[in-house]
């Protein structure tokens, strides 16, 4: 590889997180640890790296609501800790190299300034708990999948583009646990626990996005 890329590992029933990194030729192996203290709420449920070439960032989010960011170069404690929700922080995602997007059991998506985390730099409350969003490739619009089967699409902002519902005639029939844009920002694919065994595709209508972001 030529950047960074990164295999992540978190095993319920311990509190540690271990990966490979190649940068330059080399291969560089690394574990994370957290305080045993707490173990339950310390178990890491997110693991993101930076993309931005060289970078050797990688964040974290944990059932104890932090936010920890890790430099692989100096790996045995947390570059920078911070508060983020009042419960379990599931997913996090850099944003560029200096922003971090948060979600969390608390039904907020947060996004933050990691060099000065003390408060959000937005909070877009949403209607259950955020489980795994996506951060779309070219306009950066984030597709939030919740427990209550719905997925709420908006940008980094919080300003909305509305709402993805799934009902009897089709979509999941529990939780969406999952979100992933397409490379060309035309389809969103989700997962689910409904054992369906489906992957959903879900068809973005261009033309009403471009109609919202002009009224705004």
């Known amino acids: 590889h030529d950047i960074c890329a990164s295999i992540a590992d978190c095993p319920v029933e311990q509190t540690h997180c271990g990966w490979a990194y190649r940068m330059n030729g080399t291969t560089y192996p690394h574990q994370l640890n957290t305080s045993t203290e707490r173990a339950n709420e310390n178990v890491f449920h997110s693991v993101h790296p930076c993309h931005e070439e060289g970078s050797p960032l990688v964040c974290t989010g944990s059932g104890d609501g932090m936010v920890r960011v890790w430099d692989l170069r100096e790996a045995l404690t947390p570059a920078i800790s911070f508060s983020a929700h009042e419960s379990m922080c599931g997913t996090v995602r850099f944003h560029g190299n200096d922003k971090i997007i948060s979600g969390g059991d608390d039904r907020l ?52 583009w509305g709402n993805l519902r799934s009902h009897k005639d089709g979509g999941h029939s529990s939780m969406i646990t999952c979100a992933q844009w397409s490379q060309d920002e035309s389809v969103i694919f989700t997962g689910s626990i409904d054992r369906s065994h489906h992957v959903l595709a879900w068809v973005v209508d261009e033309k009403e996005r471009e109609k919202k972001k002009r009224k705004r």
């Open 109 to 160: 998506v947060k996004r933050w300034d990691m060099r000065v985390p003390k408060q959000p730099l937005t909070s877009i409350r949403c209607t259950a708990g955020v489980n795994r969003f996506s951060i779309s490739p070219i306009t950066a619009t984030l597709a939030i999948p919740s427990d209550d089967r719905k997925m709420k699409l908006c940008d980094v902002s919080g300003a909305s």
